[in-house]
């Protein structure tokens, strides 16, 4: 898989050839609740947490195609809730692979 760095960030984010290297960093680097779509909603299990997407922000996010297949496509957000004390990662696929559900909660974060 290769990185396709696509935000518009004032600052440098690092650049990874797979996932899991993406996902490894970012927990070396703080991001270490697991985050899963729960509808309308972000949720963390592990603290038992339903976060609105008001609630959340996007640190920075890191696009994944596969070598062999295009279509094996992920997405990986770094994603942070002062409120909650949160900081956390959100794994999903985007392009045909991605979920509906998902994709309804993370048109409503902000990038920014």
């Not at 050839?17 to 270490?32: H, N």
């Not at 947490?49 to 770094?78: C, T, W």
Request: one cysteine or more.
């Amino acid at each position: 898989m290769n990185a396709q760095r696509s935000c518009s960030y004032l600052h440098a984010m690092p650049s990874y050839d797979t996932l899991s290297q993406a996902v490894d960093d970012l927990q070396r680097r703080g991001y270490t609740d697991e985050l899963v779509s729960g509808g309308h909603c972000l949720l963390c299990n592990a603290r038992r947490m339903k976060i609105m997407p008001a609630e959340l922000h996007i640190d920075e996010f890191h696009r994944f195609e596969g070598d062999s297949n295009p279509s094996d496509q992920s997405i990986v957000y770094a994603i942070s809730s002062v409120k909650h004390g949160i900081k956390g990662v959100l794994v999903n696929g985007f392009g045909p692979s991605a979920s509906a559900m998902t994709q309804e909660l993370v048109a409503k974060l902000p990038t920014h």
